[in-house]
């Protein structure tokens, strides 16, 4: 099983859809988890850690279901640019290394 | 501070060449990682580094990938020699200690091996 598993898409959406990302990990000592953006033949960058309570930035809210091991990623009201690839990061228990998964690819449209 | 500075940004070179990625991370930041990315595995963490340290390299596919960081400043992902399957974008990434830290990227070297 791999530490990070995204459904790699690609997610075609209408403007102003709502879209749903979700991620499993495989290891239970993970202890910090985001959701990176990509843009195409760019650097990732952080769009949102995500915390145990689930936390809300605007139109987008991260949730973590520890004990099924899972993120999600939902993305309200979706915007033309919002299109990019979102990828799904886990830190390793006492590890300092973040784990990236494969990464699912938006594509919203007019 | 300018973020993590990557150089070069773009490599072309033969077969059974050698080829020195440099990276510079944010001052301060404790952590730097060196990540691989193609279209069919995504990303790959090669190596990363704790206060010049390296934690694991497991990632490293294979003898030929080597890399250093001789200070805080300054790290170097080598491969000697170089094949046309290491063709690929190049990542590093910086963060500070602690658990919840962002790390921020540079922009890559895309490497194109022929």
């Known amino acids: 099983r791999k530490e990070v598993e995204q459904d790699p898409g690609p997610f075609n959406v209408p403007e102003g859809a709502t879209v749903a990302f979700n991620c499993t990990y495989s290891?239970?000592?993970?202890?910090?988890f985001f959701w990176y953006r990509q843009d195409c033949r760019k650097e990732p960058k952080l769009l949102m850690s995500?915390?145990?309570s689930g936390n809300e930035d605007g139109r987008f809210t991260a949730q973590l279901n520890r004990a099924s091991q899972y993120i999600s990623l939902l993305i309200r009201d979706s915007k033309l640019s919002d299109s990019a690839t979102y990828l799904c990061v886990v830190k390793g228990g006492s590890q300092g290394n973040l784990i990236f998964g494969k990464g699912t690819k938006l594509s919203v449209k007019p | 501070d300018a973020g993590v500075i990557q150089s070069p940004r773009h490599e072309v070179t033969e077969m059974g060449q050698e080829v020195t990625l440099r990276c510079k991370p944010i001052?301060?930041?404790?952590?730097l990682f060196w990540y691989r990315q193609t279209m069919m595995r995504g990303l790959e963490l090669l190596i990363y580094?704790?206060?010049?340290?390296?934690?694991?390299d497991s990632g490293m596919p294979e003898d030929r990938f080597s890399a250093k960081m001789p200070n805080a400043s300054f790290s170097t992902l080598k491969i000697q020699p170089s094949e046309p399957r290491d063709s690929a974008v190049y990542f590093c990434?910086?963060?500070?200690?602690?658990?919840?830290?962002?790390?921020?990227f540079g922009q890559g070297t895309r490497l194109t091996v022929v």
């Open positions: 290891n239970s000592a993970s202890q910090s």
């Open positions: 990434a910086s963060r500070v200690q602690g658990g919840g830290t962002e790390a921020f």
């Open positions: 995500v915390y145990s």
């Open positions: 001052s301060g930041h404790d952590y």
């Open positions: 580094f704790n206060n010049n340290v390296p934690i694991d």
